[in-house]
Nanobody, 121 residues
Framework: QVQLVESGGGLVQPGGSLRLSCAAS????????MGWYRQAPGKQRELVAS???????NYAISVKSRFTISRHNAKNTVYLQMNSLQFEDTAVYYC???????????????WGQGTQVTVSS
């Protein structure tokens, strides 16, 4: 069984910073792309940032230059450093990973349980 466990959300003032972490654990052979999505109340879930095994990154335009995604391949962990946070960044943030399990066959998408990020003065 594979699971993603997130940490690091919370309440922060505008202009502040937070760092999210997400660790994949379980029967894992390979972790391919990892990323972060977010969903604000009444809105669809959207991609925030993603990173490949090789370190290639992709960002939503709204967060580029403020957020930085990184990963530690040996720990199957992805991070999201969020700086200059704005009210519009308030959302539940979900970790996502494409993983090949150590047993069986095939590649599946996995999601974390979500962590709340609230930007408020």
């Amino acid at each position: 069984q594979v699971q993603l466990v997130e940490s690091g959300g919370g309440l922060v003032q505008p202009g502040g910073s937070l760092r999210l972490s997400c660790a994949a654990s379980g029967s894992i052979r390979s972790v391919y792309v990892m990323g972060w999505y977010r969903q604000a109340p009444g809105k669809q879930r959207e991609l925030v940032a993603s990173i490949t095994e090789g370190g290639s990154t992709n960002y939503a335009i709204s967060v580029k230059s403020r957020f930085t995604i990184s990963r530690h391949n040996a720990k199957n962990t992805v991070y999201l450093q969020m700086n200059s946070l704005q009210f519009e960044d308030t959302a539940v943030y979900y970790c996502h990973a494409v993983i090949r399990r150590a047993t069986g066959s095939g590649v599946d998408n996995y999601w974390g349980q979500g962590t709340q990020v609230t930007v408020s003065s």
